[in-house]
């Protein structure tokens, strides 16, 4: 595998359901971020890790629960979420913060 | 604040038709990063080019070619020749300090591009 990549590519899941996204680099970065983007809005950046710590969470609410066990791995653990919450979760990655990201492609995610 | 502003919500044009995307930029920061990312049907956005403030040449990659001018705040990507591959949506992203926080990437809100046979 190269790149970032990410899974499920699909979920669907119900509003009392627990899930969670997996993101993985294999590029040797040394950042990882989440990023959601819904229909008709620009990306919004969800959490910014950096060497394994949290450096950022943009007021995302507590039913998004990111974890990231390692510089290579990342995840979103996702319990009781709402239908506004459907959207794609794209997951990126950086040497540093401030150098280029580059995305996987995304997990399409659908509440019902 | 920063902001990017990608005014042309679509655009179609036909098979081999030249195409300008524009962009264009805030931020109070002197030294910044501007980004053009492609995001085909697949959801993948993929990086196409990195360019920093302090460097205004502009820059040719085959049939894609970006003009970066820092007096009017803008960085616009053209493709020549375009073909029905290039159909996707295009992402202008800025990369800058904002109030006193760390770097942050804000991205445009997109331009769908729809190249016809």
């Known amino acids: 595998e190269t790149g970032v990549t990410q899974t499920p590519r699909h979920l669907v899941m119900g509003m009392t359901n627990k899930k969670s996204l997996k993101c993985e680099q294999h590029l040797g970065h040394n950042a990882m971020y989440w990023y959601k983007q819904s229909a008709k809005k620009p990306l919004e950046l969800m959490f910014v890790?950096?060497?394994?710590?949290?450096?950022e969470n943009n007021s995302v609410p507590s039913r998004f629960s990111p974890e990231c066990p390692n510089s290579s791995h990342l995840f979103l653990h996702l319990h009781t979420l709402q239908p506004e919450d459907s959207a794609l979760y794209l997951c990126a990655s950086s040497q540093e913060r401030t150098d280029t990201q580059y995305f996987g492609p995304g997990t399409r995610l659908t509440v019902l | 604040a920063q902001k990017v502003t990608q005014a042309q919500t679509e655009i179609s044009v036909v098979e081999k038709e030249d195409v300008t995307l524009d962009c264009v930029y805030e931020t109070r920061d002197t030294t910044y990063y501007l980004f053009w990312y492609k995001q085909p049907p697949s959801g993948e956005l993929v990086f196409l080019i990195r360019r920093n403030s302090f460097d205004e040449q502009n820059e040719i990659s085959g049939r894609y070619s970006w003009n970066f001018q820092k007096s009017t705040s803008s960085f616009n990507f053209t493709i020549t020749a375009s073909q029905v591959v290039d159909s996707a949506v295009y992402f202008c992203?800025?990369?800058?300090?904002?109030?006193?926080?760390?770097?942050?990437?804000?991205f445009g809100s997109g331009t769908q591009l729809t190249v016809l046979p």
């Open positions: 890790y950096s060497l394994e710590e949290r450096v």
């Open positions: 992203a800025l990369s800058a300090i904002s109030s006193g926080s760390a770097r942050q990437l804000t």
